[in-house]
């Protein structure tokens, strides 16, 4: 019994399977009720370690304050100061290294009701957290949880659901994801520049000052991306923040690139500078920002049908702005998969996660 040839569509649902369904959770041993983990500020929690061979393919959680207290005086930034790491196969180095709440699809430590196909925040208000990216592993799988809250204690729930396999085949990558900041992004000072011409003006011809969204060497696919923006720019002009056209760099192939988009809102599958909701199964703008495009924005695009494949690297950009003038808050978080091992990366300190507003 391996990880087999069948999918999870509606068609396959027939194909009769012999694989072992498994799940660990935070049920109360004691037959109680208190069906949670208790997490402490500093506290690093082992929510799973998993032997043998294996495929995540459902993750619930949810977590709220022990002592909600009032907004004003509860910590609102939790979920950027909860981390999640998950290791496959023993390695050394986590695979999956982000702030909760990003990992989840959604940034600025924020919530809100949002269905995708892997990803989705279910009612009330968001606060359940739900991934069915597949997730196959080899030997193990540990799943840690590290809060670096200062003075909130928080209840955290959850489900890791997984089959178990004898032994789970070749040929399948690990699933990875990583988050990344640029705040403020390497832009320019508008100066005596038009609105227009700082909006629309210029050109980039090599790329390099896009902001990075993955970076990775090794062979694998990119599956998509949540990207997050707050607009930094205090004007009562048209403050449109995207314009910036996507920009994937396959095997260290030199400029232009393979796949090059045409705007922001474009490689969202969005258009006409977007301020709407808007949530689908493989893209969405789920935070559109304030009036002017103020504010905090969040968006996802999930390369589910479209995988895009790297043999030895990639490197998945986005202009800030047209030609890079835009100095906005810019967040992401990247998913993908690959052979292990893959090249180590790491996550910015607490202070630096924080949202600005």
């Not at 968006?299 to 047209?322: A, L, W």
Request: charged residues 20%.
């Amino acid at each position: 019994m391996t990880y087999g040839q069948y999918g999870s569509s509606l068609r396959d649902l027939p194909r009769l399977r012999s694989h072992r369904r498994r799940r660990v959770s935070s049920w109360d041993r004691s037959g109680g009720n208190d069906d949670r983990v208790t997490v402490a500020p500093g506290e690093t929690v082992t929510l799973a370690d998993i032997r043998g061979a294996g495929s995540v393919n459902h993750i619930w959680m949810t977590v709220a304050p022990r002592d909600p207290g009032t907004p004003e005086s509860g910590d609102r930034d939790f979920l950027r100061k909860l981390v999640l790491r998950v290791f496959w196969d023993d390695n050394e180095h986590p695979s999956v290294l982000v702030p909760l709440g990003d990992f989840f699809g959604m940034g600025h430590a924020r919530t809100a009701n949002f269905v995708s196909a892997p990803l989705q925040m279910s009612p009330q208000d968001g606060k359940a957290f739900n991934c069915w990216f597949h997730m196959p592993f080899g030997s193990g799988a540990r799943f840690e949880l590290t809060s670096e809250c200062e003075e909130e204690v928080l209840w955290f729930y959850y489900y890791i659901d997984y089959d178990e396999f004898d032994e789970l085949g070749e040929g399948l990558g690990r699933f990875h994801a990583q988050w990344r900041r640029e705040t403020p992004a390497d832009g320019v000072d508008q100066g005596a520049m038009s609105n227009a011409e700082y909006l629309f003006g210029g050109s980039n011809l090599d790329g390099a000052g896009n902001y990075v969204i993955l970076e990775a060497e090794g062979r694998g696919h990119y599956v998509g991306c949540v990207l997050n923006v707050t607009n930094l720019r205090r004007t009562s002009d048209w403050n449109w923040y995207g314009e910036g056209d996507d920009m994937i760099f396959i095997d260290g192939e030199a400029f232009p690139p393979s796949l090059h988009g045409t705007g922001t809102e474009d490689y969202f599958n969005t258009a006409w500078c977007p301020s709407q909701s808007y949530h689908a199964p493989y893209h969405g703008l789920t935070l559109p920002g304030g009036e002017n495009w103020s504010g905090q924005i969040s968006m996802y695009r999930f390369h589910v049908e479209d995988p895009v494949p790297f043999t030895t690297s990639i490197k998945v950009t986005i202009e800030h702005g047209h030609a890079n003038r835009r100095q906005d808050d810019l967040s992401s978080v990247a998913y993908w998969y690959q052979e292990l091992p893959h090249q180590p990366f790491t996550l910015p300190p607490v202070g630096a996660r924080l949202p600005i507003l």
